[in-house]
């Protein structure tokens, strides 16, 4: 399918791996001049590599990094895919720290509003342009010893919302996807500490948790990136011109509930 943004420009942040990775070579095979942002230079470079794109590692979980960001690759983009972020601290929601909340509000939430405040302008004022920023299934079913992440993500997708609202009528599209339990280096890292403290493997580790903290993932196994991508380069594209303000889930059932 041709999406119809050959020749438009995007800046993906969490580009270095999992979502964001799959969804820059998804777009430069689509004709979009990719810009990829992340932490890590040397995955960055492989994924540059990869598209065809141009790499700038930084640190967006600070106001000053999202300024370095834009000083170095500039802010008049088409489309901002921000999949970057970080579970943050796990356990008891009375428990978490100052430094556990602040961690996973400036890295999950803070950062997409950072750079909107930089690329939007540019957006509304050529009459086009498109944002997607990547959720979660906690959006819609949030889990007590994820809180921190539950509420950065929230926020994520009423500021997502609040954006489509008062832009939609200038050619801004701005949407949300929330993918659950993908095969990404974050939830292999959560599963890794899972196997560790249970003393089984990896794969064990997956196998017990999808039965005992994700009994509605009727697909009954992690989601790949590779059916995440898709989804957010549609809506990236001319072809989701009438969709704003939504939340699209790719998540296997994970979320119990018909709500969004």
Not at 66 to 90: C, P, Q, R, S, W
Not at 140 to 167: C, G, I, R, W
């Amino acid at each position: 399918m041709d999406l119809g943004i050959s020749g438009k420009t995007a800046l993906i942040t969490g580009a270095g791996g999992g979502m964001g990775s799959e969804t820059a070579r998804l777009l430069a095979a689509e004709g979009v001049e990719v810009t990829l942002t992340d932490l890590d230079p040397d995955q960055l470079d492989a994924v540059a590599k990869a598209t065809g794109g141009r790499a700038q590692a930084a640190d967006l979980s600070t106001p000053q990094g999202a300024v370095d960001l834009v000083n170095a690759v500039g802010k008049e983009f088409d489309i901002f895919v921000h999949a970057a972020g970080v579970t943050g601290a796990k356990g008891d929601p009375l428990e978490m720290t100052e430094e556990d909340w602040e961690h996973a509000w400036q890295t999950d939430f803070m950062s997409a509003v950072r750079l909107s405040r930089h690329l939007g302008p540019g957006m509304i004022g050529r009459g086009w342009g498109r944002m997607v920023f990547v959720t979660s299934e906690n959006v819609a079913q949030p889990y007590p010893d994820e809180t921190v992440y539950n509420v950065a993500k929230s926020a994520l997708l009423s500021f997502s919302k609040s954006l489509a609202m008062a832009h939609g009528q200038e050619g801004l599209r701005v949407n949300c996807v929330a993918p659950a339990f993908i095969e990404t280096p974050m939830t292999d890292g959560m599963m890794d500490k899972l196997a560790e403290s249970e003393g089984v493997s990896r794969d064990e580790a997956v196998e017990g948790f999808l039965e005992s903290d994700r009994p509605f993932l009727n697909l009954k196994r992690r989601g790949r990136p590779e059916e995440v991508a898709p989804v957010i380069a549609l809506l990236c594209s001319e072809h989701a011109s009438f969709v704003s303000g939504a939340n699209w889930r790719v998540d296997g059932g994970s979320v119990g509930s018909i709500e969004t």
